[in-house]
């Protein structure tokens, strides 16, 4: 069975920190796929990354990284410089791949990181 | 590009009742599926559809039920409904070998059961 910590349940910081958020999965596939969300106070889930088992690079978007270290069943998200419109829930998900033609699979979710920036 | 749309927005029902929930994929993208967001918890997986079929379920019973129609629009039926049924309800669309189960979600509804 598929499961996603995100050990934080609520951050605070002052706007312009840096703010990691942690996420721990576990998964006995070995092809999967991992994501990060945000979901503002609106409610509607937006997509932040997708990162696939097999590529451990980096990633740098902006003000926003992502490491994934998959000896440690890792995939944590830091923004840099935080502001204001950063403040939202953030959900880590975990896929399987998908082999059908229907493209995707379900997404198992953790319970989510509520991130608030003090101006 | 017309993203992920879902009606209504929002809906009161009683204990018992029987709710009908709608949902629009994003252009180009066939599969669909719905997730069950309940108060200050993530999303939980309900089901998928794909070619007008269900192509995967979550730990949820029979009562909640889905369809998908030939423009790849999709419905969530659920029945008997339980005042636990009170959550916000998200539909999510993907484009076809996308592979990584990339999803795009919508608004979602919010469902208060009375």
């Known amino acids: 069975a598929q499961k996603v910590t995100q050990a934080q349940t609520e951050i605070s910081v002052v706007e312009k920190e840096d703010v990691t958020l942690d996420c721990v999965y576990e998964?006995?596939?070995?092809?999967?796929?991992l994501f990060w969300y945000k979901q503002p106070p609106s409610g509607e889930l937006v997509f932040l990354i997708r990162r696939n088992s097999f590529d451990e690079q980096n990633e740098i978007s902006g003000r926003y990284s992502w490491n994934f270290q998959k000896s440690t069943s890792s995939f944590n998200f830091t923004i840099t410089a935080s502001q204001v419109v950063d403040s939202a829930v953030y959900f880590c998900?975990?896929?399987?791949?998908?082999?059908?033609?229907?493209?995707?699979?379900?997404?198992?979710f953790g319970k989510g990181t509520k991130l608030s920036v003090i101006p | 590009e017309t993203g992920v749309t879902q009606s209504p927005t929002h809906l009161i029902k009683t204990r018992g009742q029987q709710v009908t929930l709608r949902c629009s994929s994003q252009s180009g993208h066939n599969t669909v599926s719905w997730y069950q967001q309940a108060l200050g918890q993530g999303p939980q997986f309900i089901f998928q559809?794909?070619?007008?079929?269900?192509?995967g379920r979550g730990n949820f019973p029979p009562r909640f039920s889905g369809l998908q129609f030939p423009n790849y629009s999709s419905e969530l039926n659920v029945n008997a409904l339980e005042l636990d049924d009170s959550a916000l309800y998200l539909c999510a669309s993907s484009a076809p070998l996308a592979g990584g189960g990339e999803q795009f979600f919508g608004p979602g509804t919010r469902l208060t059961v009375l």
């Open positions: 998964t006995r596939d070995t092809t999967y796929y």
């Open positions: 998900a975990l896929s399987e791949a998908a082999y059908s033609g229907a493209g995707s699979y379900q997404l198992t």
């Open positions: 559809y794909y070619r007008e079929e269900e192509n």
